[in-house]
C-alpha cells in the first residue's frame, strides 16, 4: 500500500491486469448481489436531473419503485446510495439479451447528459473507504472482476491505465501525473532488485 496525496492505494489496484469487455460480465457491476452502488453526496443532483432523460429506458418495476421512493436513498446515516429493484439491483439497469447495462451511461454515451454515471461505479467495482483524513480505494470483490483482468492481460493493459479516466475524473490530472511518476518510480526500484 502507499499513498497519493491523502489516497491510499493497494499494490493490487496498480499491479493488476485489468480491461473491461463489453458483455463479457454480463453487467454484473449494475447487479451486485449484495450492495448498492454509493453516490457522493454532490452526484444526487445530477442523478435526480438526469433520471427524466433516462426514464424511458428503465423497466416498469424501476420506475415504480422510483416513485415510491426516489432514484436515491440514504443506505446509513450520512452515507448515500442507488435505489435498487429488491436488495441489490439498480433501478437504472436495464436487459439487453442476457447483458445488464446503465441507462444513465447510455444517455451520456448519446450525449443527452453530462453526468456519466456515480463515480463508484465508474470505479469499476473501487470503493472509497474514509479513514479520517485519508481515503482508501478497496476492491470490491465480485466473480465478475476476473474476466477484465484476463483481457487486460491478454491486452498487456494495466488497472493503472484503464482508470485513468475515472480517476482523473475523481482526483484531477495532477493526482494522476504524480500517481504514474510514483509508480514507474516504484516498478524501477523493483525490476532492480529481481
Known sequence: MF???NILISDE?????FTRISGASHGACCVPGDSEAPLETDEIP??????????????PEARKIIRKKRV???SSPGQFAVTCVGTSESVFATCE????????????????????????SHLHLLRIEQLGDFERLNNKQMDMRQSGMRCGTRNILQRIDFLEGPW??????????????FVDYRRSVFSETL
Do not use: M
Open 46 to 59: 445530477d442523478f435526480k436531473a438526469v433520471f427524466p432523460i433516462a426514464e424511458h429506458r428503465l423497466r
Open 3 to 5: 499513498v497519493i496525496d
Open 97 to 120: 439479451g442476457q447483458v445488464a447495462k446503465c441507462a444513465v451511461e447510455r444517455a451520456f454515451e448519446e450525449g443527452k447528459t453530462e453526468f456519466r454515471k456515480p463515480i463508484s
Open 168 to 181: 482523473k475524473r475523481n482526483y484531477g490530472q495532477k493526482w494522476i501525473v504524480d500517481l504514474k511518476e
Open 72 to 74: 436515491w436513498e440514504e
Open 13 to 17: 489496484l496498480v499491479d493488476a491486469p
